[in-house]
């Protein structure tokens, strides 16, 4: 805040901004200003509901133009927010707009930036984002200031620049844990989280994610779980029963057990958030055979077996934790073009591996399963399956062994037919083969078990996975001097953990 703000607004009410609920507590109920007072209830209400109830939007409109008014419509916009009630954030909005006061003008506008990323109008938020951090930087205004790199990292992720999304979520970050400013600081790391897993490190996304839901209020706690559920972390029962609450335990249990039987529920609940529509487009697309969903190019690549690299949406969920099987396989079945997903729907038989875990054969079978009916070449099945191009005179002896013991794992659900120089599959039942070709590296199942269990040594982490102890040593030391984990001493034990360097974990006062 400015100055003239810092004037305006009650020491109670400055105190708590920066952690000092408990002052807050005791003191909003007797504040003599009405607008203050419906402030101090609405930032109570928003980090310990217990103590306060939401003030309703007509009585705040009847404490305007008060200063205090106006921040408690920017509290109770937020809320909406999170809990994806975006009539709500709207309601604020229009509220915020006929007041004409210069902060009332600046609350409406993050407002309406924070409502635009989530809609997925990035130009919007990101013109919104400019617009604020340059008056904000004009008028030394901390708070604000914060908040407009938040809508500026949020912006950046809506268009799709990951790189910029994960420079500014950080920058905002650090901005809020200096000024000790929890409300922003939570709603950083939220972003924050799904940038990470976003880049390709789900394990970091979900240590954020816990971290945050432990020490943020329960406004938070459907977006903390999202990012964990989608990191591969079982989440715990969602503490508010509001719209994403709600969404995030239908979709735990779809993807724990693989029933669809709530996704059209889910969808229509997620509709209004881009980022969190198409995660859930991703994961039911990854789950059902035949889910008639629109997704994107990346994730839509993945299902169909032209790459291999899990999409950002998918990323955590191959190897989830809640999964003893976690190797993502192909399907086929009569009459329908081979996809791949995360696990073997119901009513498939999932074909057992012919060696102890997936291998060769059953990428030489997946790679056939996938091609669809136009076929393949036997060069382009090689490079399908093996990764690398085909050379006759190295490779046929091997390949036509492998190629044999893949149309034995088959067996009688499929034929592969031989038409001139192109195999395609033809299936005679439903089906579904592991694709090893998709398995996570040994360095991801480390760093997901160092980020779930927190601190550990090799030994644990090797007992914890049942891979042997000489291979998880070489894992970590590799990770360690390339920076993904850090180790230290404990006695004469060597404890390994991961950490996000930019977050830590900001507790209420």
């Known amino acids: 805040m400015g100055a003239d703000e810092r004037d305006a607004a009650p020491e109670a009410y400055r105190a708590a901004l920066r952690g000092d ?12 200003d009405a607008g203050w007072r419906l402030a101090g209830q609405a930032l109570v209400a928003l980090g310990q509901p217990e103590r306060a109830p939401m003030p309703t939007l007509d009585a705040v409109t009847a404490a305007l133009p008060s200063r205090g008014a106006v921040e408690a419509l920017g509290s109770m916009g937020r809320a909406g927010l999170l809990a994806l009630d975006l009539d709500a954030v709207a309601g604020c909005e229009a509220r915020l ?14 407002l309406l930036g924070q409502r635009s990323a989530l809609t997925g109008d990035a130009a919007r938020a990101s013109g919104l984002a400019a617009e604020l951090q340059e008056e904000a930087r004009a008028g030394e205004h901390a708070v604000a200031l914060v908040e407009a790199a938040i809508l500026s990292a949020f912006a950046a992720m809506a268009a799709g620049d990951l790189t910029s999304a994960i420079q500014r979520a950080r920058l905002a970050s650090r901005m809020a844990q200096a000024e000790r400013l929890w409300l922003s600081h939570f709603t950083a790391s939220v972003i924050l989280a799904r940038l990470r897993r976003l880049g390709g490190r789900p394990h970091l996304a979900g240590l954020i994610a816990g971290a945050c839901r432990q020490a943020a209020p329960p406004a938070f706690d459907g977006w903390c779980a999202w990012e964990q559920l989608f990191a591969g972390v079982a989440p715990e029962p969602a503490r508010r029963a509001d719209r994403l609450g709600r ?24 509709a209004v958030s881009a980022p969190h529509a198409s995660d859930w487009a991703a994961a039911v697309a990854a789950t059902s055979s035949r889910a008639p969903v629109a997704v994107d190019a990346a994730t839509a690549a993945w299902l169909e077996g032209d790459v291999d690299e899990p999409p950002p949406a998918l990323m955590g969920l191959v190897a989830p934790e809640w999964s003893e099987d976690a190797t993502p396989v192909a399907v086929g079945a009569p009459g329908a073009r081979g996809r791949r997903v995360l696990a073997a729907p119901e009513g498939y038989a999932r074909l057992t591996p012919l060696g102890a875990r997936p291998a060769r054969p059953e990428a030489v079978a997946a790679a056939i399963v996938l091609a669809g009916p136009e076929g393949l070449s036997r060069e382009a099945w090689f490079e399908r399956a093996y990764g690398f191009a085909y050379r006759p005179r190295l490779h046929e002896a091997s390949f036509k062994v492998v190629r044999h013991q893949a149309r034995k794992l088959l067996g009688e659900h499929a034929t592969v037919l031989s038409e001139g120089e192109t195999r395609r599959l033809e299936a005679r039942a439903a089906f579904a083969v592991p694709d090893p070709r998709t398995r996570r590296p040994l360095s ?7 980020a779930s269990a927190g601190e550990c040594s090799a030994r644990e982490v090797a007992e914890r996975l049942g891979v042997p102890l000489r291979t998880v040593q070489m894992a970590l030391r590799q990770m360690t001097e390339e920076g993904a984990c850090v180790a230290h001493k404990d006695g004469r034990r060597i404890a390994y953990a991961v950490e996000d360097t930019t977050f830590c974990a900001l507790t209420r006062a």
Do not use: P
């Not at 609920?21 to 003599?32: D, E, F, N, P, S």
């Not at 707009?97 to 993050?110: E, K, M, P, W």
């Not at 991801?444 to 160092?450: H, K, M, Q």
């Open 247 to 270: 969404a995030v335990d239908a979709a735990a249990r779809m993807l724990t057990t693989g029933s669809l039987d709530h996704a059209a529920a889910v969808t229509a609940a997620l």
């Open 444 to 450: 991801d199942v480390v760093l997901r078990t160092l």
């Open 97 to 110: 707009a006929g007041v004409g006061t210069a902060a009332a003008s600046r609350l409406q506008r993050l």
């Open 21 to 32: 609920l408990a002052g807050l507590v005791q003191a909003w109920a007797t504040l003599t």
